[in-house]
C-alpha cells in the first residue's frame, strides 16, 4: 500500500464520522426547522410587499438565509473540534503512527461536505422567488463563503482553544471581509477631509485590511437574484479567492497544530 492510500484511509474516515457526528446532533434537523420558519417569514413578508413581491422576498429571504447559514457552519465548527480537544479525542488521534495533517484534512473534508448540505438546504426556498441560473451562481458562492468560514474556524480554535474567544474572532473576520470596501468607500468621501494626515492613515490602514481579508462583499450577492446580473466572472472571483485563502488558512492552522504539545 502506497503512502497516499495510507493517508487517504485515515482522512476519510474523520471525514465520515465528523458527518454522523453532525447528523447525531441533529443539526440538520435544526436546519430544516429553522428554513421552514424562514420560508413562512418569506411568505408572510410578500403579504406586506407592494410591488415587486418576488424580488422583495428574494432579497430579505437570500440575506436571512445566508447568515443562518453561516453562524450555523460556524458555531458547529468550533464546538465540535472544541469538544475533541476537551475530551483528549485528539490526543487518542496523535499517538497514532499517522501524521497530523490527516487529522486537520480529514476534518475539513468533513465540514466541507457539510457545508454542502447545508447550502443545498438553505437555498431552497430562494428557487420559488428568483432566476434558477442566478440561484445556481448564488448557491455556488454561499458554499464558497461557507468553506472559507470553516477553514477561519479551524484556524481560531485550534490558535485559541476557547469558544467563547474564537467564535468573536470568526465572526468579526467575517463581518470585516463583508463590510471593508464599504469602510474604504466612506473613508474616501468628498465630504471627509482627505489631506487630513489622520484621515490619510485610516485609509491606509483600511486598505491594508482589505489586501489581509477576502472580499466576501462580493460573494452570494442579493442583487444577481434581484437583477439577474450575476456572470461567469463572479464565479472565477469566488472561485480563485477560495483557494488563495483555503490555502493560506489551511496552512496557518497545520502550523498552530504541529508546534502544539498535546
Not at 458527518?19 to 428554513?35: H, W
Not at 485528539?90 to 466541507?112: D, Q, S
Not at 441560473?133 to 474556524?153: K, M, N, P, Y
Request: with cysteine.
Amino acid at each position: 500500500m502506497d503512502a497516499h492510500s495510507t493517508m487517504k484511509r485515515p482522512v476519510l474516515t474523520i471525514a465520515k464520522y465528523t458527518c454522523i457526528e453532525a447528523a447525531r446532533n441533529r443539526i440538520f434537523a435544526l436546519l430544516l426547522v429553522g428554513i421552514i420558519g424562514i420560508f413562512a417569514l418569506g411568505e408572510f413578508i410578500g403579504e406586506l410587499a407592494i410591488a415587486e413581491t418576488s424580488s422583495t422576498q428574494a432579497a430579505i429571504l437570500a440575506f436571512i438565509l445566508r447568515i443562518t447559514a453561516v453562524i450555523i457552519t460556524a458555531l458547529y465548527v468550533v464546538s465540535s473540534v472544541l469538544r475533541e480537544f476537551n475530551d483528549k479525542t485528539i490526543n487518542l488521534f496523535i499517538a497514532l503512527p499517522v501524521p497530523r495533517h490527516t487529522y486537520y484534512f480529514g476534518k475539513l473534508a468533513g465540514f466541507c461536505l457539510l457545508s454542502v448540505i447545508i447550502t443545498l438546504v438553505a437555498s431552497l426556498p430562494i428557487w420559488i422567488y428568483a432566476e434558477p441560473s442566478q440561484v445556481v451562481l448564488w448557491q455556488v458562492g454561499l458554499l464558497f463563503e461557507l468553506l472559507i468560514v470553516v477553514a477561519v474556524c479551524l484556524f481560531f480554535i485550534f490558535t485559541l482553544e476557547n469558544m467563547p474567544v474564537a467564535v468573536t474572532s470568526v465572526i468579526a473576520f467575517y463581518l470585516l471581509s463583508r463590510t471593508i470596501s464599504t469602510m474604504i468607500l466612506i473613508g474616501q468621501s468628498p465630504i471627509l477631509e482627505s489631506t487630513d494626515l489622520s484621515q490619510k492613515f485610516i485609509n491606509f490602514f483600511l486598505h491594508l485590511i482589505a489586501f489581509a481579508l477576502p472580499a466576501l462583499d462580493r460573494f452570494t450577492r442579493t442583487d444577481w437574484l434581484v437583477y439577474g446580473n450575476g456572470s461567469v466572472s463572479d464565479l472565477a472571483f469566488m472561485a480563485v479567492q477560495s483557494v488563495i485563502y483555503l490555502f493560506l488558512l489551511g496552512a496557518a492552522a497545520l502550523f498552530d497544530l504541529y508546534r502544539k504539545n498535546f
